[in-house]
């Protein structure tokens, strides 16, 4: 299984019991001994930009769409879906002048014929068009609240770090909060702006490449930022939040986890890449070849 280590470097887990061991994975093609020709060359060049978009990478998972087509490969929560229509269906009704808009079948048609006034009967194409900008709403809904998680979490490391109480590693869990403050102001404003990009629907109506040259990166750039976090998300939520629960070690681990990845933060490594064609043919040919094997 591929990871990142704290540095964010890809490297290949082998677990022996309870032993682990990583190879990092330049040196893998030739630990295992691979030809310049072989075609698993083409897929392990692709280990590296997968994990912008994944914690874990094994063999025989699918290429992230991201690397591929520029859109979402992960899954949004349900109740999240339904939060976006009820939002939208509160506008239309304060658009209908009391009237009330009404959700009949596809949530795209309602919005075609009560916000914008198409008859999706003689244009088909426009429901499609807006079933992807209500895809990019839930997305930018739960990034949203991974970026709200992430505010409540460094919240709490400032509130415990000025209590007048002092506890061992207090000065630790201050400085943790300060290192994390600029990242958590950033994802702040990139969410604000996917939130304003993502519910523009007249305006991407009239803009057809907005989602594929703008929103669908937003929400990449965003999503690749909420991974990176998550191991410092979870590690926090499993500590004790009162100072008399925190273990010394614990909050050394993290401390170190956050200096090393966000000391000298870079929102460009959260960037989009994609492969070119001919990875692009080789990883679907690789694709393939698992799922014959599985």
């Not at 990583?22 to 060359?41: F, M, N, R, W």
């Not at 600029?182 to 989602?211: C, E, P, Y």
Request: proline share 5%; glycine share 6%.
């Amino acid at each position: 299984m591929f990871e990142r280590t704290a540095d964010r470097q890809p490297v290949l887990r082998v677990d022996f019991g309870g032993n682990r061991a990583t190879v990092p994975l330049t040196t893998v093609p030739g630990a295992a001994d691979l030809s310049a020709g072989h075609p698993d060359i083409a897929l392990l060049r692709l280990v590296e930009p997968a994990l912008l978009y994944r914690e874990t990478v094994s063999a025989g998972d699918p290429v992230p769409t991201e690397i591929l087509s520029g859109r979402p490969s992960w899954q949004v929560q349900p109740r999240t879906a339904k939060r976006v229509e009820r939002r939208i269906l509160e506008a239309l009704c304060a658009q209908s002048a009391g009237e009330g808009a009404k959700a009949e079948g596809d949530p795209a048609e309602t919005i075609a014929r009560q916000l914008i006034g198409v008859d999706t009967r003689r244009d088909a194409r426009v429901v499609q068009v807006l079933r992807d900008h209500l895809d990019a709403a839930v997305y930018a809904m739960q990034l949203s609240d991974d970026v709200t998680a992430c505010q409540r979490m460094v919240g709490e490391m400032a509130t415990l770090a000025v209590r007048r109480e002092a506890f061992a590693e207090q000065d630790r869990v201050r400085d943790a909060a300060r290192k994390l403050r600029h990242v958590i102001v950033w994802a702040t404003k990139r969410t604000m702006a996917l939130d304003m990009l993502a519910n523009d629907i007249k305006g991407a109506m009239s803009d057809r490449d907005q989602l594929t040259e703008r929103t669908w990166p937003a929400i990449n750039e965003l999503r690749a930022w909420a991974l990176d976090l998550a191991p410092i998300l979870r590690a926090w939520n499993e500590m004790g939040k009162a100072a008399a629960d925190l273990r010394i070690g614990d909050i050394e681990n993290l401390h170190r986890l956050i200096t090393i990845r966000f000391s000298d933060f870079d929102p460009a490594i959260y960037r989009q890449r994609r492969v070119s064609r001919p990875q692009e043919a080789e990883a679907t040919k690789g694709a393939r070849r698992d799922d014959d094997h599985a």
